[in-house]
C-alpha cells in the first residue's frame, strides 16, 4: 500500500507541482498542496518543500494565498486563468490564479513535517527545514494576518466565505439555502469541463454550478478587492471546518514562531478572540452540533455536516461539547455510524439529512482527509477508539477502491477522480505517521 502511494504521487508530478489527479485537476490545488507535502515528506523530503514553495511563490501581495494556481497555464479545465480577470490587480499575486483561497491547513503540515525532522535529529535534514520554515514563516503569518482581518466583516476576527469553493467543500449542502437566495441575473459564456472524466450524478447540480460562475462574475466585477467583497457579494459564510483549521493552524503558527525566535503577540490575540467568540457563533446546545453562520441573513445554518467535528482538530470545543459530538452524532446509526444503509465513516453530510446524497460531490461521500482530520481531533479528546474506527475505514476503502477522490459510504465504491493525490498522500500519513525518516 505504501509503494501504490508513493507510485501515485510520483505519476501525477508536474515537475512545478503535484496535480491532484491525472486528468480531473490538472493544476496546483491550495489545501491538495498541503496534502500532498504531508505525504512527500515521509520519503521525499526535498519535494515535499518544493511543493510548499511552489504554492506560496503565487502568494498575492496583500497576503491571500489562492486556491487554484495555474503554473503551467490553461488547459481544458473549467475555470481557465484567464477567466478569473486577476492579470491586471494591484494586490493579485505574480502568477495567475483564481481570486479565491480554501482553508490553511498548510502551516499545520509545515508544523509537523518540520517538527519531525527536528525530533529525529538528522543534522543535514535539520538545517535544510530550519531554513525552509524561516522562508515559509512570514508567507503563512501574512496569509493568517488577512483571513483575520480582510475577511473580517463584523470584528469577530471569523473569516467569511464569498463562495462555496473556499470552503473546499463546494457543493455541500450546507450552501443549499444561501445559493437558492441567488438568481443569476446574467452569466458570461462558459462551458463545463468537469463531467468529462467523472459522472455526471457525482458532480455538482446543473442550477449549483450556474450560481458558483455567477459569483466569480460579481467578484470580477467588483475587481476582487476584499473590502468591497464583504459589502456587497451575496454570499457570506462564517464555516465551522474553515475556522476550526484556521485556529488549529494559528496554533500551529504560533509553534513556529516560538521555535524561530519571532514575536508572538499577534497570534495570541487572534487565538484568543476566537475561543472568546466561537461558541457564541457556531454552537447549537439544543442540538449538541456545531452550525454554520449565514452573515448575510444573520441567521445559523441548521444542516448537520461533517464539519460539525471540526472544532475537536481545533481544540476548541470543551470536553462535555466533545462527548455530546460524538455520543449524539459521531456514533449514531441514523447520521454518521455504519448502520444498514451504510457500511463506512464519515459520511459528508448526515445519512438524515435533506441534502443527504451518497455519491454526489460533498453531499454525502466519504473523503480520506476529512476523516484524517477528525481522526486528529478524536484522539486530541481521547476517543481514540473512534479515531482508529475512522483509520481503519479510510484503510479499507483505499485497499477496495483505491486511491480515489470520495467514495460511497454505503458500499465503498470510488467516486470522483482516481488516482488521487491527497488519498494517497493521507495514506502514507496514516500507515507511518511519525515513525518515518523525512530524510
Not at 63 to 81: A, K, L, N, R
Not at 180 to 204: G, Y
Request: a negative charge; aromatic letters at 12%; glycine letters at 6%.
Amino acid at each position: 500500500m505504501i509503494s501504490r502511494a508513493q507510485r501515485v504521487l510520483r505519476l501525477n508530478d508536474a515537475g512545478e507541482f503535484i496535480k491532484p489527479s491525472p486528468r480531473q485537476y490538472p493544476h496546483q490545488w491550495n489545501w491538495d498542496s498541503a496534502f500532498i507535502a504531508l505525504g512527500l515528506a515521509h520519503f521525499d523530503l526535498p519535494r515535499a518543500i518544493a511543493e510548499v514553495r511552489g504554492l506560496l511563490r503565487a502568494q498575492w501581495r496583500d497576503g491571500m494565498v489562492p486556491h487554484i494556481v495555474y503554473p503551467t497555464g490553461p488547459s481544458d479545465y473549467f475555470p481557465p486563468p484567464a477567466f478569473w480577470q486577476t492579470q491586471n490587480l494591484p494586490h493579485a499575486g505574480p502568477i495567475p490564479s483564481s481570486a479565491l483561497t480554501q482553508p490553511p491547513i498548510l502551516t499545520t503540515v509545515v508544523r509537523m513535517f518540520s517538527e519531525r525532522t527536528h525530533q529525529q535529529s538528522n543534522g543535514n535534514a535539520t538545517d535544510y527545514v530550519l531554513r525552509f520554515t524561516h522562508y515559509a514563516f512570514p508567507h503563512l503569518l501574512a496569509w493568517h494576518r488577512w483571513l483575520h482581518t480582510a475577511r473580517d466583516a463584523d470584528g469577530t476576527g471569523l473569516p467569511c466565505l464569498i463562495h462555496p469553493w473556499e470552503s473546499g467543500m463546494d457543493n455541500s449542502p450546507l450552501w443549499a439555502n444561501a445559493l437558492d437566495h441567488i438568481t443569476p441575473a446574467i452569466l458570461p459564456p462558459f462551458k463545463r469541463r468537469d463531467m468529462i472524466h467523472v459522472a455526471a450524478d457525482e458532480r455538482p447540480l446543473a442550477p449549483d454550478y450556474e450560481r458558483f460562475v455567477y459569483l466569480i462574475d460579481l467578484g470580477r466585477r467588483l475587481c476582487w478587492e476584499p473590502r468591497v467583497l464583504l459589502e456587497q457579494m451575496p454570499f457570506l459564510i462564517q464555516d465551522v471546518l474553515f475556522c476550526s483549521i484556521l485556529h488549529r493552524a494559528d496554533e500551529d503558527l504560533r509553534t513556529l514562531a516560538v521555535a524561530l525566535g519571532e514575536p508572538t503577540a499577534e497570534i495570541d490575540g487572534w487565538l484568543a478572540r476566537t475561543r472568546a467568540v466561537f461558541d457564541a457563533r457556531f454552537w447549537n446546545e439544543a442540538r449538541g452540533l456545531y452550525l454554520d453562520y449565514d452573515v448575510r441573513s444573520q441567521t445559523p445554518i441548521d444542516v448537520n455536516a461533517c464539519g460539525t467535528f471540526a472544532p475537536l482538530f481545533a481544540g476548541l470545543a470543551s470536553p462535555e461539547q466533545a462527548a455530546r459530538l460524538v455520543a449524539e452524532h459521531f456514533d449514531n446509526l441514523a447520521e454518521y455510524a455504519p448502520s444498514a444503509d451504510s457500511c463506512f465513516r464519515l459520511p459528508s453530510a448526515a445519512k438524515n439529512e435533506r441534502g443527504y446524497a451518497p455519491r454526489r460531490y460533498w453531499c454525502g461521500p466519504v473523503w480520506i482527509h476529512i476523516n484524517w482530520m477528525i481522526a486528529e481531533g478524536l484522539r486530541r479528546y481521547g476517543f481514540d477508539a473512534q479515531a482508529d474506527a475512522l483509520e481503519r475505514d479510510s484503510l479499507a476503502l483505499i485497499a477496495e477502491s483505491g486511491f480515489r477522490e470520495y467514495y460511497d459510504p454505503r458500499d465503498g465504491r470510488g467516486c470522483g477522480a482516481d488516482d488521487f493525490s491527497w488519498s494517497a498522500a493521507l495514506t502514507l500519513e496514516m500507515l507511518l505517521g511519525s515513525r518515518s525518516d523525512p530524510a
